[in-house]
């Protein structure tokens, strides 16, 4: 990995023996560096961990959405193999070690009268103003993604399935790992917008997407939002978007192999956009990351900007809290 010099200067004579710490390379558009921090959970302090592997962290503030919370942040996460299980955690900041919830999985690999299958995985949790609940999404198996909603953020009412590979071109073999944003599209009258993982028989990933007017019913696009030959990787996937300077950006990660980082494509608020950035946070050789970032997903604490990301190799990972400096 590359260090820039105004991350190491800098940073050693603000912060003393911390700033031995890596520094990625400067984010593009006015985006903040980030510094590794702390593992968000101790896997071996977990009650709930089938498999020894943790994966896309998505995390959500509670105040003024949910009343008696068990803290001001829900962390949702899951192992990916089978059986999988949606899983909660929860603090109070985000400098600090996440306290397991103790009855998870919160979401199971089976759902009488709805689904039975391998595993489920890959939560992201929207808190979705419209109806004053949370929409979680997650996959299980890898050829369908579900919703389901919750007025507290623990016990869920299952939705409904809103993306499989049967919407998507013939010869599709996976469309999972989604994200939901709020975001306006006038031209498609839709007030949401889905990002996901999007794999066919030639077994190289790509980002795809889709848009909304409720969160619920979807549109999705015949063709990909970025391809994994746009940034010169094998596959591609863990999208999220963000918003800076009047615009919209989707960051995603890259395979280990093509250099397990987080890169940053602009899209613009319409999304007829392609603007390859490059590099958006750069992984570490050593740990966490061992040479992989990846599923990032941002918050904010007291002011100052977060990341929580997949760090470590793929069915090997752990949660990780970076801050921006």
Not at 45 to 55: C, F, V
Not at 64 to 89: E, T, V
């Amino acid at each position: 990995m590359t260090l820039t010099r105004r991350g190491l200067l800098a940073g050693a004579a603000a912060l003393g023996a911390s700033a031995l710490l890596p520094t990625a390379e400067a984010a593009p558009a006015g985006f903040p560096d980030y510094r590794y921090q702390r593992l968000a959970l101790v896997k071996s302090k977990l009650r709930y961990n089938p498999t020894g592997e943790l994966i896309f962290p998505c995390v959500r503030g509670t105040k003024d959405r949910i009343p008696n919370a068990l803290g001001a942040y829900y962390l949702y996460y899951a192992p990916h193999d089978a059986p999988g299980g949606i899983c909660l955690a929860y603090a109070n900041s985000l400098d600090e070690e996440f306290t397991e919830y103790p009855a998870n999985p919160i979401i199971t690999n089976s759902w009488p009268g709805e689904y039975s299958v391998s595993h489920v995985s890959s939560p992201h949790a929207l808190w979705n103003d419209d109806v004053k609940r949370i929409y979680l999404y997650f996959h299980g198996e890898n050829t369908v993604t579900r919703l389901a909603s919750s007025a507290d953020g623990i016990h869920f009412t299952y939705e409904k399935e809103v993306l499989s590979t049967r919407l998507q071109p013939a010869g599709t073999t996976e469309t999972s790992y989604a994200r939901v944003f709020r975001q306006d599209l006038p031209s498609k009258n839709a007030r949401y917008v889905m990002v996901f993982m999007l794999n066919n028989t030639t077994n190289h990933r790509d980002i795809g997407w889709g848009w909304s007017p409720d969160a619920r019913n979807w549109t999705f696009s015949q063709t990909p939002l970025v391809r994994h030959t746009d940034v010169g990787a094998s596959d591609i996937g863990g999208p999220h978007l963000l918003y800076r300077n009047n615009s919209t950006y989707v960051v995603y990660n890259t395979d280990i192999a093509h250099g397990g980082n987080l890169m940053i494509t602009e899209v613009g608020n319409d999304f007829s956009k392609r603007n390859h950035l490059g590099v958006f946070h750069a992984s570490l050789d050593g740990a966490p990351d061992n040479g992989r970032c990846a599923a990032p997903s941002f918050g904010t604490y007291q002011g100052r900007e977060y990341m929580i990301y997949e760090a470590g190799a793929r069915l090997a990972g752990n949660i990780a809290i970076a801050r921006a400096i």
